[in-house]
């Protein structure tokens, strides 16, 4: 039940061959201009789908499906997927173009719809916030993520973070096999539990709430 609920978070079928979805975006109605884009770092590919480096894409589809967003479409070299999370229209987006290139991606998001790094938020793997820990925070460094530093260095620093622990592993020649491992099956549990809590608590993040979401996920994830 709860791997076919996981397996259900990856809607959208990755692209099987190196690179990114191509053409077609010019000619894609949008049904409303989104106020925020809400950015999930992870690697397209099956592959990758359950790499504790790719939780940031669970975490925007966790939020599509709790929020019934429309279906997903190929767009800004990505998929991009439009719905309201309470009064607020937001656009979430998963780059195609591998982690260390998600700038571009959401560069392209932005420009298209003339929005700033303010309206940004970014969904990523932590590695100094203990597993299934989540907090968020605007600005700050990289703290070596290449996905964070690609989107930096496409739409500058002030952008909003939500830091999705993964944990460290200990040393640091163990760091890149811990990024890139799969969640173990004794992990899965308390994955979906602050997927869903995430998920659960967006509305108080569409709302600039950021205390009032670390607080509330935090409450669900205390049982």
Same mark, same amino acid.
């Given at each position: 039940m709860?791997? !076919? ?13 190196? $690179?990114?979805p ?9 049904? #409303?201009?989104?106020? %925020? ?7 397209p590919? /099956?592959? =990758? &789908? *359950? ?11 966790? @939020?599509? !499906?709790v ?14 997927? %439009?719905?309201?999370i $309470? ?11 591998? *982690?260390?290139? !998600? ?14 790094? !303010? ?8 590695? +100094?916030?203990?597993? #299934?820990?989540?907090?968020?925070? /605007? ?15 496409? @739409? ?11 944990g ?5 020649d163990?760091? /890149? ?5 799969? =969640? ?7 994955? &979906? ?5 995430? &998920? ?5 993040? &569409?709302?600039? +709430?950021?205390?009032?979401? *670390? ?9």
């Open positions: 709860l791997l !076919s609920w996981l397996g259900s978070l990856f809607g959208v079928k990755p692209v099987g061959v190196p $690179g990114q191509q053409g077609g975006e010019e000619a894609i109605s949008w049904e #409303f201009e989104p106020v %925020q884009i809400w950015v999930g770092l992870g690697n590919g /099956t592959r =990758y &789908a *359950m790499h504790r480096h790719n939780v940031g894409f669970m975490a925007v589809d966790a @939020i599509a !499906s929020h019934d967003f429309e279906p997903p479409k190929k767009a800004f070299q990505g998929w991009a997927q %439009q719905g309201r $309470g009064s607020t229209r937001i656009l979430l987006l998963k780059p195609a173009t591998y *982690m260390n290139d !998600s700038g571009r991606s959401v560069r392209a998001a932005a420009d298209f719809f003339k929005l700033d790094e !303010s309206a940004v938020t970014v969904f990523h793997d932590e590695l +100094d916030l203990a597993p #299934f820990k989540v907090k968020v925070k /605007t600005g700050g460094g990289t703290a070596g993520h290449n996905g964070l530093r690609s989107t930096e260095a496409h @739409i500058g620093n002030a952008f909003r973070r939500v830091r999705l622990g993964i460290h592993p200990g040393h640091k163990r760091v /890149t096999g811990h990024v890139l491992g799969n =969640y173990a099956k004794a992990e899965q549990d308390a994955l &979906a539990d602050m997927l869903g809590a995430v &998920a659960a608590e967006a509305e108080w993040l &569409a709302k600039g +709430d950021d205390a009032r979401f *670390m607080n509330e996920v935090a409450l669900r994830l205390q049982d």
